[in-house]
């Protein structure tokens, strides 16, 4: 933990080395990625989107062997660590893993902590504070992923376990930014499938918020469920409310007209031709 102006940052070591996390990879991090992360955060930081943030980066001496194209075409590259800082790091995964192990108990003791620490407008005796939870990440999320779209920003690899319970951009490996307006832009060159291509982000938000649903639905009881359903049905509207409202501050659009969305629309379709 690091704290400055009475904030708490959690630090975390990128490219360091084998953590119990690394499965079957080295742990280490190349040059490149580790510049293009660093430059990258910072770089959103200061758009306005929720980001974390890149405190240091330093070169190693170790060799680094990677397939940067996944060709088949091993190269030697000088690796780098890179010291990276959030509020917090707790993910959907961190929920789900936890339910799908049967592990309630413990899992009531992190949503408690995740909420005292970092929800400060949910009240702790609030029989209906992990409901209130879900609410707000739910509206957090949508508005995160249309900030993305904002700027063409693809995250590259958005399953559960890269999605922050604070609704803050972390673990952006294969990210890119597009040229020109694309739907299809796929900046994993390993998504052989597009799973994750810019125009999808909204749906894989949506699906990763049904699995933190059902990971909670074991500690609701069967009211707050059906409410707790509800809201995600609410997620299409927050994301295309917060989607327009941003696009019409960039067009310089000011107040209600029936005719913004199509003008939004035919906008990027025309910049789709080009």
Not at 90 to 96: K, P, Y
Not at 102 to 121: A, K, N, T, W
Not at 195 to 221: C, E, H, M, T, W
Not at 239 to 251: D, G, H, N, P
């Amino acid at each position: 933990y690091f704290c400055r102006h009475g904030e708490r940052w959690e630090l975390q070591l990128k490219g360091s080395g084998k953590t119990p996390y690394s499965r079957n990879g080295d742990g280490r991090a190349v040059l490149r990625s580790s510049v293009r992360e660093f430059l990258c955060s910072e770089a959103m930081h200061y758009l306005g989107i929720p980001m974390s943030r890149a405190a240091s980066l330093v070169v190693s001496d170790d060799d680094v062997w990677r397939d940067q194209f996944y060709n088949g075409n091993i190269k030697k590259e000088r690796g780098a660590i890179v010291l990276r800082l959030a509020k917090s790091w707790f993910r959907i995964g961190s929920l789900e893993i936890l339910a799908r192990s049967g592990e309630l108990d413990l899992q009531r003791r992190l949503l408690d902590f995740i909420i005292q620490e970092h929800f400060p407008s949910i009240a702790m005796n609030d029989s209906n504070r992990y409901l209130e939870f879900f609410s707000t990440v739910v509206s957090e999320t949508a508005n995160l992923i249309a900030l993305w779209m904002s700027v063409g920003f693809a995250h590259g690899v958005c399953n559960t376990d890269n999605f922050s319970l604070l609704s803050i951009t972390i673990d952006y490996g294969p990210f890119g930014f597009m040229d020109s307006y694309d739907p299809n832009f796929v900046p994993n060159t390993s998504d052989d499938e597009k799973r994750y291509k810019i125009g999808n982000q909204a749906n894989v938000g949506l699906f990763n918020l049904s699995k933190l649903l059902q990971a909670l639905k074991p500690i609701l009881d069967p009211r707050q469920k059906q409410l707790a359903s509800q809201i995600l049905e609410g997620y299409g509207e927050h994301y295309y409310s917060r989607f327009t409202e941003l696009f019409k501050a960039k067009l310089g659009l000011l107040g209600e007209n029936e005719n913004d969305n199509y003008l939004i629309a035919f906008l990027l379709k025309v910049s789709l031709l080009c």
